[in-house]
């Protein structure tokens, strides 16, 4: 890059503007321009270096401990608080992808900015965001944490009817194994089994994808071509036994032929897990919940329907905007993260309506194949 290349680049940047040109243009001279190779790492978070940089290209990962705060892109500063405090790096910087940056001392933009007000003010400005998007960042953390931690108890429910099964295990009589009985006996413990191994292992991906995020470790998401009606009708047959069903219909209709859709089966689940405790939990005994699956032409439309009492009015306009409920226990975080797993992650839509006659309808898209 040539030394008006570099001029043009600086004033440019929001940190200089304030400055005049003669001064951007000595600056200008003393950067020095270094390469960064992808993965390479530019300062370790406790070094005592005072440089500062501004990113000519490329990005640079921030890093604090183990968990990325921030993505730093072309035109961006790194390293600015060298110009407040002579202290220790407070984190790590590292190329994503190949990066050039510009380097200079700190002395060089000191005696520009500690003794002009309007340096001063840039600075200000500068740290105002980083500290903002460092919330923003601590409070999107937060509420997936939230999300994950309410929808444990939805992927623990199959382990919990799993158990109701096993205890039959306490019952059985090894005389009795030549009795035609028996033989029920021991395949309801092996169903039960089953549902146990699937389940645990199901919680198992939910708690390494959750420390991932909060580590900000990158995984690309999966999402592979799959049915929908086998993935509901499994669903279903691990709620149907639970004591919150107890007396209640779950009938599962399909209009048209089965089609696939691109999904993350573990997540699916999840909003299904959320939304049929719902509809239980709205549902009376002797009620009906009904799953209806509407494959379409570009996306395919999954429906849970009760025969509740509807959602409060005063309610319905915050419902999928905020941590609302309508139930005395509740904290309004499954349908967050029923929205979050199929608006953010899958590009789906997730809406719902009250039905004059009685009862709620919740309807997610997901695309197909």
Known sequence: MTA???????????????????????????????????????????????????????????????????????????????LIEAKPRSASARAVGDAVLLEFKAEAFQSLFLSDAQGLNSILKLLSARIRNDLETMIADYSRMKFFLHDIKGILIPIDQARRQALVLNTLDPGRFKDDGAAEEIEAVKTGLQKITGASENLKTLIDHFLNQTRKIHHQYVRVPQLLLPLVNRVVEDFVPHPLFRGKTIDIELKGKDREALLN???????????????????????????????????????????????????REYLLKASTTSKMEGHGLGLLSCKYIIEDLHHGRLWFESIPEGGTVFHFTLPEE
């Open 4 to 82: 008006e290349q570099k001029f043009q680049f600086l004033k440019e940047n929001p940190l200089l503007q304030h400055l005049e040109d003669d001064t951007l243009r000595k600056l200008a001279e003393e950067g020095r321009e270094i390469p960064l190779p992808d993965g390479k790492t530019l300062f370790r978070e406790g070094s005592l270096e005072k440089e500062i940089y501004l990113i000519l290209s490329g990005a640079l990962a921030v890093i604090k401990e183990v968990k990325q705060v921030a993505i730093l892109k072309t035109g961006e500063t790194v390293g600015e608080m060298a």
């Open 265 to 315: 089966e573990i997540d699916i689940r999840r909003v299904l897990n959320n939304l049929l405790i719902n509809a239980g939990e709205a549902t009376t005994e002797g009620g009906s919940i009904v799953v209806h699956l509407q494959p379409g032409p570009q996306s395919y439309q999954v429906s849970v329907r009760d025969n509740g009492e509807g959602i409060p009015e005063e309610i």
